[in-house]
């Protein structure tokens, strides 16, 4: 988890705070789709949802928690 998010005072919607626990359990790697006027990188990742169908989410990368990795 970002080590922003243990800040006292700092808050965290908690569907975002459930998306990083999901994306870290599975402990697979984010493709980059695109870097905005900021610099910073957004990622897409979905999860299943218990009645078959799927959730889709959009995240900037603003944080520590992230590692790049080397391509495949």
């Known amino acids: 988890m970002p ?3 243990s800040k006292p005072g700092y808050y965290v919607h908690a569907d975002t705070r459930c998306a990083y626990k999901r994306l870290i359990a599975r402990g ?9 006027e900021f610099g910073l990188p957004w990622v897409r990742f ?3 949802r218990k009645n078959g169908t799927w959730e889709h989410h ?3 990368i603003n ?10």
């Not at 944080?63 to 495949?72: E, L, P, T």
């Open 3 to 5: 080590t922003d998010f």
């Open 63 to 72: 944080d520590d928690s992230w590692v790049r990795v080397r391509r495949r």
């Open 46 to 48: 979905r999860f299943k």
């Open 58 to 60: 959009e995240l900037a």
């Open 28 to 36: 697979r790697s984010l493709r980059v789709f695109n870097v905005d």
